[in-house]
């Protein structure tokens, strides 16, 4: 049974709030999913795997019931911070939160704890002190690192040249994925990386830094690392464009695991991607929830990835749903 509260009874809560609208709530005091009310600041758009991930939370919050209040940060972390000042001032329940970069977050998280609002950080990490946000939901960037390099290593039968496609400096995946893949790079003495740039996670830059590193380091160049699998598509097209081939005249292992890739490894282009899962919608909501109304959660969900490689690619990419 529910128990109707109007908000009427909450004389000092302003009247253009969110959560301003009659509170049902059940009788022992929790809240249910359609109660909820989540402010949910995105990153951008820069990837597959980015919509594949704002995807997922909006189907979620629609499937739930949950009223979610979406803002896109079109990469700049001040659009993120005001996003989170006004999803503050809105009053929401919880706050979502995929830091662009993982510093420069403390004022602005500390401003929702004091108005005691909880940060779920999803996707990725910001560099903060552990009682600013309430848990973190998502991949271990370093492991993804650290897979991408055994791949490689494999790859290159333990000696040769690497270039690596950094993705956006500053931000969580890039650091750890790079920190990741030199834990076990370093002991390979005869594998190199001799150029790291940033890609910034896109296509477009994927494919002109690739571009430079063949102008400068032409066939030299044994294999590239991309920290994601939409710089590794730009790269391949630079490779073509060069005159070689993808996958074979020079190496490909990334991050991601997005369709593309799979049809990349299907035509013999990439050597292998790396799995990140975007699909954190469901989980989000079932977290933000219990945060609501009080459980304790873990301070950290770690998402289950896998290793794909272009044998059974073509079985397998219908069943991909980013
Ligand atoms: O934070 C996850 C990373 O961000 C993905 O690997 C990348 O594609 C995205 O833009």
Redesign the pocket.
Known sequence: MLTLLLAACQSDAPSNVVNSAPIVEAEDGTIAYEELVVGYSQ?GA?????TG?TDSIKEAAENLGVELIFSDGQQKQENQIKAIRTFIAQQVDVIGV?PVVETGWDSVFQEAKDAGIPIILV??RADVAEDLYTSYL??D?VEEGRNAANVMVDLLDGGGTIVELV??IG???AIDRYAGFREIIKDYPEIEIIASETGD?TRAKGEEVMGDFLQIYGEEIDAVYA????MAIGAIRAIEAYGLKPGEDIKIVS??A?RDAFQAMIDGKLNATIE?N?LLGPQFFELALKVANGESVPKWIPSEEKIFFPEGAEEILPTRRY
């Open positions: 990153i820069e990837s597959e795997w980015r991930n995929s996707d990725r998502g991949s960037f993705g956006t931000s969580a995946p996670f920290h994601n699998d939409d991050i991601d997005i990140c975007p």
